[in-house]
């Protein structure tokens, strides 16, 4: 009886072994796919810098021939509390110049221009 005690405690050893070994495999693994991932965003993240930089901007703005407006049409802000049929009036001015004009108020817009907000 003792010898099976020996035999059945040395393969609960093995079997434990086993699975401890298949565990470290699995979790380098899974550090090895993680360690290429932080990589992969290292290298977006990079990307979106660049992209993001006014430089960057203006020259693809110029490859694609874009050019600064000749004037601005400035949206007036509208409270929450302001009725969906009751809007206020854009003000346009000219490129280069700031406007700190009222804007009136009028009723003649639908639901779709209260979206756009």
Not at 13 to 31: D, K
Not at 84 to 104: E, H, K, N, R
Request: hydrophobic content about 40%; cysteine-free.
């Amino acid at each position: 009886m003792s010898a099976s005690v020996v035999v059945g405690s040395l393969l609960a050893v093995v079997i434990a072994h086993s699975m401890l070994a298949q565990g470290q495999v699995r979790l380098t693994a899974a550090q090895a796919q993680m360690s290429a991932e932080q990589a992969v965003h290292r290298q977006l993240l990079a990307a979106v810098a660049e992209a993001e930089n006014p430089a960057q901007i203006v020259r693809e703005a110029k490859k694609l021939n874009l050019v600064p407006p000749t004037y601005v049409t400035q949206l007036p802000a509208v409270p929450l509390t302001t009725p969906i049929g009751q809007t206020t009036t854009p003000t346009t001015t000219p490129t280069g110049t700031s406007s700190s004009s009222s804007t009136a108020t009028t009723s003649t817009a639908g639901p779709s221009a209260a979206a756009g907000r």
